[in-house]
Every structure is written in C-alpha cells, then in structure tokens.
C-alpha cells in the first residue's frame, strides 16, 4: 500500500493490477450502460446506483483512501469506451473541470461550460491537488487497444499552459498505462495524459471515478459531493 501512495506523491499516477473481482466485474458489465455511439463514453454515472455503490465498495475506497483520506468522496464518474465506431484520439492534457450543482461568480472559478446537462467550472488547482481519480478497467487495456499514456511528475507544475505541454513531452518520457481486466489506474487530475486511437478497436472500458476531501469556496457546490467537506 505505501509503496502505490509514494508513487501518486512522486510520479503522480500508480497501476493497481488487480482490484475487482470476477464476480463484480460480471454484475457491472450486466448494468453497464452502452456507451454513446461515436463519442465513445457517457457522463453523470453517480446518478446510476450501481456506479454509486461501486464507487462506496471497499474495494475502490481502499485505494483512495490511503490517498486523499477517510473524508474522500466521489464527485464525478464517466465512462469511456473505444470501439470500431468510437475509435478517439485524445491529445496531451491536464484535467482541470469539476461538476458543480449551479453556478456562482466565484474568484478563482472560470471558465464554465456545460457538460451533458451538468454545469462544469475549472476551479483553483488548490482542489484540484485535493482530488484523485480512480481508472476502473471492464477490460484489458492493452499496447494495442489505445492505452492511456501519461508523463510521470508533471502532475507537480500546477496547471500548465498549452506552450508549456511540448516541452514536458521533451523533456519526460511518456509512459504506457497496461492494465489487466480488473486492474485500476490511480491519478492526479494535473498529470499530463492522452491516449491514441486503438490499432485493434474492441471494448477498452473504463469506468472513471474521481474523488475529493475539500470544500469548494462561496458557496459552491459538488454536484455530487458532500456538503461537510472541509475547506482546501
């Protein structure tokens, strides 16, 4: 266990490869939605109580508890798939949006956008280093099917300008997150990531949940969060 905790701090992702049993994965992929044609994922998962209860499992809290704390709570959860017909590119990025009930004119708070009916602000990166996401795989993801790569440690430059991603990716090698069915991704919302189009489009589902244990400032919200959550 301290051993993935150390490796968050340094590299600011770690891989778990064996989280979720076979019995828990055969009942999620019985509820899993299908995922939205070209696109490629749905949004607003939380609202599903399967996804809800899988993101209260033991077996999920354990590894971002050791992280973020026993207050940790989950306060978005997507699904991404590639397919034959939802085979995506995502380029180099950080994320930097969280889900909110409404929206208020709060310093430190912008841009917003909406999000499959969900209003989205990019808050202070003070939250954002408050918060992990747990990358849950329904399927192997493979060299071949469009793994995630990220650059390890650059989750510690704060919220990067776009001139700034080329020379990170100059200065850091890229890694492959492999991971077996089952398996978990662990990772800072800051770290830079990206993925490329699978060679071999089949099912690469994932289950993204992030979590957090701060409390957003002038009476904002999480759209699923917690309302006892302290201060950042």
Excluded at 38 to 52: E, F, K, Q, T, V
Excluded at 100 to 120: D, F, I, L, Q
Excluded at 164 to 187: N, S
Excluded at 209 to 221: D, F, R, S
Aim: proline content about 7%; overall charge neutral.
């Amino acid at each position: 266990m301290t051993r993935f905790v150390d490796q968050i701090d340094s590299s600011g992702f770690a891989i778990v490869p064996s989280v979720l049993p076979k019995d828990m994965l055969e009942t999620l992929e019985r509820g899993l939605p299908t995922s939205s044609g070209a696109n490629g994922g749905l949004r607003n998962l939380l609202d599903m109580p399967s996804i809800a209860a899988l993101a209260a499992s033991t077996a999920v809290r354990g590894l971002i508890e050791p992280v973020l704390g026993h207050d940790a709570f989950p306060v978005r959860a997507i699904l991404f798939d590639k397919t034959p017909v939802a085979n995506w590119k995502v380029s180099w990025h950080q994320d930097l949006t969280i889900a909110v009930k409404e929206r208020a004119e709060v310093a430190g708070y912008g841009p917003w956008t909406e999000k499959a009916g969900v209003v989205h602000v990019q808050p202070p990166v003070s939250i954002l280093e408050h918060m992990l996401a747990g990358r849950l795989h329904i399927d192997e993801s493979g060299a071949a099917n469009g793994p995630l790569r990220v650059l390890p440690g650059s989750h510690r430059a704060g919220r990067l300008r776009d001139a700034e991603i080329p020379v990170w990716r100059e200065r850091i090698a890229e890694q492959l997150c492999l991971i077996p069915r089952g398996g978990v991704l662990l990772m800072r919302p800051l770290l830079l990531h990206a993925s490329s189009p699978a060679e071999s489009p089949e099912h690469r589902r994932v289950i993204h949940i992030e979590y957090a244990n701060c409390a957003l400032a002038g009476g904002l919200q999480w759209r699923w969060g917690e309302s006892r959550a302290r201060a950042a």
